[in-house]
């Protein structure tokens, strides 16, 4: 499995809090955020089943909501 690097813009508060939460949990700010990211798709799968990797993102996207 190969290891990819992905940038976020994030508010400084929300960087913080989010450091201070990882460090309360006793991780690093990227160890935390995997963990978070692992939930997510944990909770999606158990609601709408396992991604197999080769579903079309188009064909299995929520739409977008419509503004009113």
């Known amino acids: 499995m190969s290891v990819k690097s ?7 508060e929300m960087l913080n809090k989010l450091g201070f ?5 006793g991780r690093s700010v990227n160890s935390h955020i995997l ?4 939930e ?4 999606f799968e158990d609601e709408n089943g ?3 990797g080769k579903i079309n993102p188009a064909v299995n996207v929520k739409p977008t909501r419509k503004k009113p």
Not at 6 to 12: A, G
Not at 21 to 25: G, I, N, P, S, T
Not at 40 to 43: F, P
Request: aromatic share 4%; net charge neutral.
């Open 50 to 52: 396992k991604i197999d």
């Open 35 to 38: 963990v978070l990211i692992r």
């Open 6 to 12: 992905v940038s976020i813009r994030i508010e400084e």
């Open 21 to 25: 939460v990882a460090d309360y949990e």
């Open 40 to 43: 997510s798709i944990k909770k």
